[in-house]
């Protein structure tokens, strides 16, 4: 299969929907959709119509600006034609039952949240309702020359960073904390799903048109005409070539549920990877919470994208965050939505102003309440192990017991030889580097291959498992504990531990640390196997090798405040 050259406009990177479909469609030469069309989030503009004022406008886009992604020419690389794909989804499972409402069902099983609220809205225009999970975005786009119409879907940031909260048993709820990771979201099992059903969709056209009906009723003439005429030609083009080169829908593994491969994806966008690369390429990393981003001097766990003529790893205060700082984050952000969301370099440009009022919203950003006691006596002297053992790293937490906030943060970079944790996420940045210094990112970014991790900031880690920069580790009490961290384990749609601070589950005959007997998970759970390329659980270990268990129970006691 002949790659095509480098185009930074087809980056497919991190998106979640371009994984699944985009990669399908990647290299269609759509003749009739050469005619650009372009349409912001329905969301959005629904969000902006009932609230115009400014105040809020960052925690707006942050749920629902596409960023101008939805265009005819994503369609290409990363957004998705959305009744087409969710059709086809619910057909491949059941075939009597075509409604949205079980549509919504069907998605939560891969970890995407159809939120009854969002905890920390803020304004008085409450957010609009959600028809379909948060985080998935949709446009009608339209032209008349050529005639067509399709509703295209591509992501926004809450898809990943919008998180379920918890209950006073330690049960996730239907309602999300922005900024918070979605450690459910299983990018792997919906990729694979999604190629299955769009196989066993495509050889009954009849069937799948009927079915779009169904489920869309209000569907219009012209893009049911699309669909038939455009569309699916290409998609049964495209599944029969991947039949024959690799038999699935990439060469990669997305990882498990919160946990992304979003270098793989990167490398072969790029043309950089050839054949089935799945054993190789395990650059696997968990989805971070955005608590502390603005005192970042560089993103990634590997610190790799940095801004430039700023220094990658200094010492940073909430009180002295400058605009300068902000707006060079900012840049990166924006980019991240090449590789993300299928913009063109210049479309991302046109949004730093955008990324910027997002990044404002991130610069108040609270996390959630621990939902369960607190031994206040105990955390107060965890405090004080924090302050001697870890503060060095993860940064200075705001002093007292209420309201616990992130002041200042190192941005210490840690080689490997000191840390031991796997490797495997950092080191294919140095075949990566050189090509996106040759794009539009060496404009707006300073990557550098770093050799280690930088440490991150801790906000809401209680919410947040499982550890480490893979997702390696179940709970902080497993992370304390590394002789007895289990080499396999379940994760997705999982319970919160109190106690171990983490996924709630017991250790079987088998050495299997499962979910308890009775506990239904919200998500289809997976078993993540820490022996595999990529997913080892080494690393932080000598950090609680001097503490007593009562240090570490206090320690974990304080944790629970941030």
Same mark, same amino acid.
């Given at each position: ?88 989804? +619910? ?6 039952? #075509?409604?949205?409402?079980? +549509? ?19 304004? %008085? ?60 979201? %299983? ?30 009723? =209000? ?20 599944? =029969? ?12 593994? %997305? ?101 910027? =009022? ?109 550890? #480490? ?91 629970? +405040?941030?």
């Amino acid at each position: 299969m002949t790659r095509r050259p480098l185009n930074v406009r087809r980056l497919a990177g991190y998106s979640l929907l371009a994984i699944a479909t985009g990669v399908l469609l990647a290299r269609w030469q759509w003749d009739l959709l050469r005619g650009y069309a372009r349409a912001p989030s329905l969301e959005l503009l629904a969000m902006q119509a009932k609230a115009p004022s400014t105040d809020v406008i960052g925690l707006i886009r942050f749920t629902y600006d596409d960023l101008g992604s939805l265009n005819t020419d994503a369609l290409q690389t990363h957004a998705t034609p959305w009744k087409v794909v969710s059709t086809a989804l +619910l057909q491949h499972r059941d075939a009597e039952e #075509l409604t949205l409402e079980r +549509l919504n069902a069907l998605l939560r099983e891969f970890g995407f949240v159809v939120p009854d609220t969002i905890a920390n809205w803020r304004g %008085n225009v409450p957010p609009e309702p959600f028809r379909r999970p948060i985080g998935i975005l949709t446009s009608q786009l339209r032209r008349s020359v050529p005639p067509i119409e399709v509703e295209a879907a591509n992501i926004g940031c809450a898809a990943c960073h919008a998180g379920v909260t918890y209950d006073a048993d330690g049960n996730a709820t239907r309602d999300v904390w922005l900024g918070l990771p979605n450690t459910s979201l %299983n990018l792997e099992a919906f990729t694979s799903d999604v190629y299955e059903s769009l196989k066993a969709a495509l050889p009954d056209r009849d069937r799948l048109i009927a079915g779009i009906r169904t489920l869309y009723p =209000q569907v219009s003439e012209r893009e049911v005409a699309t669909i038939e005429g455009v569309l699916l030609p290409r998609i049964d083009e495209r599944l =029969q070539e991947l039949e024959v080169t690799l038999g699935r829908a990439i060469p990669y593994s %997305n990882g498990f549920p919160g946990i992304t491969n979003g270098v793989g994806a990167l490398k072969w966008t790029m043309g950089l990877l050839r054949g089935d690369a799945t054993e190789r390429e395990v650059s696997f990393t968990s989805i971070p919470d955005l608590g502390g981003t603005l005192l970042r001097t560089s993103l990634l766990y590997d610190g790799t994208y940095g801004v430039p003529g700023m220094p990658r790893f200094a010492r940073t205060e909430l009180a002295g965050v400058t605009e300068g700082h902000a707006r060079g984050l900012a840049e990166i952000v924006t980019f991240f939505t090449v590789p993300s969301m299928g913009t063109t370099p210049a479309i991302a440009e046109q949004h730093i102003p955008q990324a910027v =009022q997002i990044l404002e919203f991130l610069s108040a950003y609270e996390p959630p309440p621990f939902p369960g006691p607190i031994d206040s006596a105990r955390a107060a002297r965890g405090r004080e192990i924090y302050r001697l053992e870890c503060a060095q790293c993860h940064g200075e937490y705001s002093a007292g017991m209420q309201s616990v906030r992130l002041v200042s943060f190192p941005n210490r970079h840690v080689p490997q030889a000191e840390m031991n944790t796997d490797s495997a996420r950092w080191q294919p940045d140095s075949s990566l580097i050189p090509v996106l210094r040759k794009t539009e990112f060496g404009k707006h970014i300073d990557a550098a291959s770093t050799g280690g991790y930088v440490a991150t900031p801790l906000t809401a880690l209680w919410a947040t498992a499982p550890y #480490l920069h893979n997702g390696s580790v179940p709970t902080l009490w497993h992370l304390m504990h590394p002789n007895l961290r289990p080499d396999r384990f379940y994760v997705g749609g999982h319970r919160l531990n109190f106690e171990t601070v983490g996924i709630d589950g017991i250790l079987d005959a088998d050495g299997v640390y499962r979910y308890r007997e009775g506990y239904e998970p919200w998500s289809t759970p997976a078993l993540y196997d820490a022996t595999r390329p990529g997913l080892s659980n080494f690393g932080h270990e000598r950090e609680f090798g001097a503490l007593t268990e009562e240090e570490k129970r206090a320690l974990l006691e304080y944790l629970k +405040l941030l």
